[in-house]
């Protein structure tokens, strides 16, 4: 079965921060799939802002470069590439230079029908003088759009401010805060998953659920970002990315698909998220540092070797696992384990409900104990649900129990490329759906919950905890689940 592709009415995205290399790697991929597959055409505009000196021929040479690279080569149709280049143009600017504002109102068409959205792919810093030219300039529009990409401040006041900054200018309903995780077809499957089954919401509670398991784990090191040195795995992770799985897991039915419908429901489950503060820090977290690796076969080098000089001895987190508890009726007693970090054993998305043991087994004399149900929806790579379950081994000589999975695998079951996140948060900023977008009071709900455990490893005198380059991260993370007579769910477990 073929998806149905629903065109977009014509637009004009303009992207701040054009020469970047979030641009190149994934917005003018996602952007020419689309084109590919026929939602927009050459009548929407694509106008690049930066610095640097380029030209309209020199942004479309880039666009040109960044297909072909980015792009499977199966979808790289020569007409079809000349046709998407030419939807591009650029505006060298400094957006900090008022005097620098005059070309792109050239390039931008006063024209309602026409979808007006700008793209802020810059620094944080930049997002206030970017807002007040647009207005001054009268480059805002009513139904205007604007996207903001992360991080969105590094605590609750930085967060506060960026936002009061965009809110001089634009309204809640035109501001799109990006969560790419949130785009991802698995994610969105989730919301299916639950509210499109009768199987699962009746045993979606605390009666059913013995815990919920969620890893994001990278095989990649931190490299030489900087960004990443004055964020760590808590900022940069579980602030955005996993406190929104764990919404969608945790939150009660919404009255509609609505987008505030949704995000009212998201809303409350942070807020019912249990503080953790110094007096339980230490038993509800671990944070960790990768180490390096040197053997004849490889070489991995230390978070502390890829630092530069100035930056030596750096506690920044590598690694973090939490036990977390949503504190309302429905999840009432059921943890929520949430590990992340870089250098683990292999890069996977995946969240994990462990439903509990059966109450009584009639098996007595079976080989093999039964083992509790399992669902496991796994968002990266190898997108797909697999449900694990009790079953007979076949043959004659008594009972044997063996556990099998029902397995859901979206490159089996359909045929067709799955879409990447960007493509569809990008057009859906241009239909003006906000669902997969994060409003304003969920960003500060989070960075109220995440502050105080910053706040708590500060006042410590603990280090990170070391963990060696290619493993699970450090032993704290199996004591913190295995203390309460559970385990994680690992690869080797399929």
């Known amino acids: 079965m073929s998806s149905r592709i629903i065109p977009v009415e014509p637009f004009d995205y303009v992207v701040f921060g054009a020469t970047g290399d979030l641009t190149k790697r994934k917005l003018i991929p996602a952007l020419y799939y689309r084109f590919f597959d026929g939602q927009f055409d050459e009548q929407s505009r694509i106008i690049g802002v930066s610095r640097s000196p380029w030209d309209d021929a020199k942004m479309q040479e880039v666009a040109r470069e960044s297909v072909n690279a980015y792009v499977d080569e199966s979808y790289r149709d020569a007409k079809t590439i000349d046709r998407f280049v030419s939807c591009f143009s650029y505006v060298p600017n400094d957006v900090m230079d008022q005097e620098g504002w005059a070309e792109l109102s050239d390039k931008l068409r006063d024209d309602t029908n026409v979808t007006r959205a700008f793209y802020l792919a810059v620094a944080p810093n930049l997002f206030e003088p970017i807002c007040n030219y647009l207005s001054k300039k009268n480059y805002w529009r009513p139904d205007a759009r604007v996207v903001l990409e992360k991080p969105l401040g590094h605590d609750l006041e930085s967060s506060v401010e960026i936002n009061d900054a965009v809110a001089r200018v634009f309204t809640e309903d035109q501001v799109y805060r990006i969560d790419h995780y949130l785009g991802k077809e698995t994610v969105q499957n989730l919301l299916a998953l639950r509210f499109a089954n009768t199987m699962f919401e009746p045993i ?183 449900l694990f379950m009790m079953i007979k081994d076949p043959g004659p000589g008594g009972m044997r129990l063996r556990e099998v999975n029902l397995n859901l695998s979206f490159a089996d079951t359909f045929s067709e490329r799955t879409p990447e996140a960007y493509e569809r948060l990008l057009l859906d900023v241009v239909r003006g759906n906000q669902t997969l977008f994060m409003r304003r009071d969920e960003l500060e709900a989070a960075w109220k919950w995440v502050d105080p455990i910053r706040d708590a490893w500060n006042a410590s005198s603990e280090a990170p905890q070391p963990y060696t380059a290619g493993t699970w991260g450090p032993t704290g993370s199996i004591a913190l689940i295995e203390r309460d007579g559970r385990t994680w769910h690992e690869e080797g477990d399929y």
């Open 204 to 386: 979606w509670n605390s009666a059913h659920i013995d815990h919920v398991q969620i890893t994001v784990a990278e095989s990649v090191g931190a490299g030489t970002r900087g960004y990443y040195d004055e964020s760590g795995a808590l900022r940069d992770m579980i602030q955005n990315h996993i406190l929104q799985l764990l919404c969608l897991v945790a939150m009660e039915p919404p009255a509609s698909d609505d987008a505030n419908a949704l995000r009212d429901e998201k809303l409350k489950v942070l807020r019912s998220l249990k503080p953790i503060t110094n007096s339980d820090v230490a038993r509800n977290s671990v944070r960790g540092q990768y180490r390096g690796v040197k053997s004849e076969s490889t070489a991995v080098a230390s978070y502390q070797d890829e630092l530069p000089a100035d930056k030596k001895g750096s506690l920044t987190e590598t690694f973090v696992a939490l036990k977390a508890e949503v504190e309302n009726w429905r999840w009432a007693g059921v943890p929520f384990y949430i590990r992340t970090g870089k250098r683990l054993a292999t890069r996977v998305s995946e969240i994990v409900i462990q439903f509990r043991e059966v109450p009584h087994s009639i098996f007595d004399h079976a080989e093999g104990a039964p083992k509790s149900n399992k669902l496991v929806i796994r968002l990266q790579p190898d997108e797909g649900v697999k």
